[in-house]
């Protein structure tokens, strides 16, 4: 009897210290700062489990081999919301996919920790206010789309100093100011920056 009681207090204890045992990582933590402030109209977000040890079983999620989280693949899946600071805190992360949703408010600076970012694609959402300067430490990013957003102010000039940049686009916003000529920039078509009411032609 003294040992079948003992045995369902252990019970408990293992119970009640579970939940806690097996939070996830705090990769996933960032991850499920940005799903909370997410509506979720397709359920695309479904399998975000936060009790879960790593966020490495979700959907739209991939991890490396040590389980850190190196993709967000969320691009065309119906999500609003906005884009929160923790996820500057996904260091290993190299594709942040979020295009073609209904993404709005303003591009955390805090992106600009990203600092194994390959692939920054925001396109086609409503995000307003400018593109943070602190894009510029994003020293690995090849692929950097902005375009179809309601951005204004200016395209920092820091970013010109992105030398890996291969695909870069910022049509479809109201920015205004000068294109660089000089860096990666030069190599850039018109069309990367068109449809921006007030940008001036490129800088002499
Ligand atoms: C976007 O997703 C919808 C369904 O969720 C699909 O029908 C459509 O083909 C997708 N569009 C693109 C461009 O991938
Ligand atoms: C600029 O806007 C026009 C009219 O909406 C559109 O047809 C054109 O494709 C846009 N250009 C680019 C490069 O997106």
Request: aromatic share 8%.
């Amino acid at each position: 009897m003294a040992l079948l009681r003992f045995l369902s207090s252990l019970l408990l204890v293992i119970a009640t210290a579970a939940p806690l045992a097996s939070a996830t990582n705090s990769e996933g933590e960032a991850l499920y700062a940005f799903r909370i402030r997410l509506s979720d109209p397709s359920n695309v977000l479904q399998s975000w489990d936060p009790t879960l040890v790593n966020p490495c079983t979700w959907f739209h999620v991939s991890c490396d081999n040590q389980n850190h989280v190196i993709r967000l693949d969320l691009g065309n899946s119906s999500i609003s919301g906005s884009i929160v600071p923790e996820l500057g805190r996904l260091k290993h992360l190299q594709y942040l996919e979020l295009y073609r949703n209904n993404i709005y408010g303003e591009i955390p600076k805090e992106l600009g920790n990203l600092k194994n970012l390959v692939s920054l694609d925001l396109f086609e959402n409503k995000l307003e206010g400018h593109i943070p300067k602190s894009l510029a430490k994003l020293k690995k990013l090849k692929f950097l789309r902005l375009n179809n957003n309601k951005l204004t102010g200016t395209i920092p000039r820091e970013l010109n100093t992105l030398k890996n940049l291969k695909v870069f686009d910022v049509s479809n916003n109201n920015l205004c100011g000068t294109i660089p000529i000089d860096g990666p920039f030069a190599a850039f078509s018109p069309q990367s920056f068109a449809n921006n009411s007030k940008i001036n032609g490129p800088e002499i």
